[in-house]
């Protein structure tokens, strides 16, 4: 099945540094006044595309930093550039977990699925961004952002260094979307409720399964007894979630972000 085909399918419902980079846009402010942690993420528009981005919290002169694409799900879908942040872009505002894993985090905003021309905006305003480390470009998403990430690693293979969906293996009525071939090479950590009825986990074991056949970098946690409203798992793990690897080139580091920012190009 050709990947443009699969595009058009039903799935999941889911800083501006100078002024140059974007033109500000206005979030809900009685949202931003109750959600503190939002404000770190500066409203910006690129090339029509609405995005709210998080830098680093200092960067420093000669040093670059990796970069984190959160891809938000159809709960998200719109252009008030303000729906598209969710848990784990709260988690990754924590000022602790800043300083330890320092980054950029851009979460751009879509009217519908994720496609090519979504991909193509995205890198031409990563391109703008100042010390950004191109062999650690990393990208997570949840439901529709899940099938998203999926979408992009094999839409452009060579430009992620690892990847992170979150239920991103589609409706039950989601025809098939992935070749295994395409994204065997890159590190993949998937994370799925097995109770999950928005997105069932069988194609995602389905996936796994192909991948380890192949060889693939693969690690698909499961979380027992979870449905689909898994998302505010994926960073801080949880004690309901048994992993597996598709080979012994998969990173045994048990803890995200840890795993994550571990991986480059």
């Not at 995005?51 to 694409?69: A, D, N, Q």
């Not at 703008?128 to 470009?137: A, C, E, F, G, N």
């Amino acid at each position: 099945m050709q990947l443009a085909t699969c595009l058009k399918w039903s799935i999941c419902t889911a800083i501006s540094l100078t002024t140059a980079i974007g033109i500000a846009q206005n979030p809900d402010k009685k949202t931003v006044k109750k959600n503190k942690w939002q404000t770190q993420y500066q409203p910006l528009e690129f090339n029509g595309m609405p995005f709210r981005v998080m830098p680093p919290i200092e960067i420093e002169t000669g040093k670059t930093y990796p970069l984190i694409l959160s891809l938000h799900g159809a709960g998200g879908t719109g252009t008030n550039n303000n729906k598209q942040l969710k848990d784990w872009n709260k988690q990754l505002a924590v000022p602790e977990r800043r300083k330890e894993f320092p980054c950029y985090v851009v979460a751009p905003q879509a009217p519908g699925l994720w496609n090519a021309d979504h991909l193509e905006k995205i890198q031409g305003y990563i391109k703008t961004l100042p010390s950004v480390d191109m062999d650690r470009i990393y990208i997570m998403g949840h439901s529709m952002g899940g099938h998203g990430t999926y979408i992009f690693i094999q839409l452009a293979p060579d430009y992620f260094a690892a990847a992170a969906p979150s239920a991103g293996s589609g409706l039950r009525r989601t025809e098939e979307f992935i070749n295994p071939s395409k994204i065997k090479d890159i590190p993949i950590w998937s994370f799925h409720g097995d109770s999950d009825r928005v997105c069932p986990i069988e194609k995602d074991r389905e996936l796994f399964a192909k991948l380890k056949q192949l060889g693939g970098v693969m690690k698909l946690t499961t979380w027992v007894g979870g449905t689909h409203a898994v998302s505010d798992k994926m960073i801080p793990g949880a004690e309901n979630g048994k992993t597996q690897s598709s080979s012994e080139r998969c990173n045994p580091e048990t803890d995200f972000m840890t795993w994550l920012f571990s991986q480059s190009k």
